[in-house]
């Protein structure tokens, strides 16, 4: 079973900026896809960035040109750079990997809040 846990979350004001880390219990080297969502407040999660093996990374137009997703394999980690952010960033962040090669499972970490005041 693999465990997720994010990091780096906290108070910003618009226009500064983050970087989340998501620690993984296990490998990530093989990962078939790991990807950034959030959840406002009485919102539903949404997407913010997915990179799926054998595909292109995908943002959201909301996020494109100010996050970047990347991983560091040795350290088994997502990390997730938002720079220029706006109020509206502001939410839980969680990361999510998934891993299997016949039947693929979905990790997800447990949060981490980031909020942005303006």
């Known amino acids: 079973q693999v465990q997720l846990v994010e990091s780096g979350g906290g108070l910003v004001q618009a226009g500064g900026s983050l970087r989340l880390s998501c620690v993984a219990s296990?490998?990530?080297?093989?990962?078939?896809?790991m990807g950034w969502y959030r959840q406002a407040p009485g919102k539903q999660r949404e997407l913010v960035v997915l990179?799926?093996?054998?595909?292109?990374?995908r943002y959201a137009d909301s996020v494109k040109g100010r996050f970047t997703i990347s991983r560091d394999n040795a350290k088994n980690t997502v990390y997730l750079q938002m720079d220029s952010l706006k109020p509206e960033d502001t939410g839980v962040y969680y990361c999510?990997?998934?891993?299997?090669?016949?039947?693929?499972?979905?990790?997800w970490g447990q949060g981490t809040q980031v909020t942005v005041s303006s």
């Open positions: 999510k990997v998934v891993l299997g090669r016949w039947a693929s499972t979905e990790y």
């Open positions: 990179s799926s093996s054998g595909s292109t990374t």
């Open positions: 296990g490998s990530i080297f093989n990962a078939n896809a």
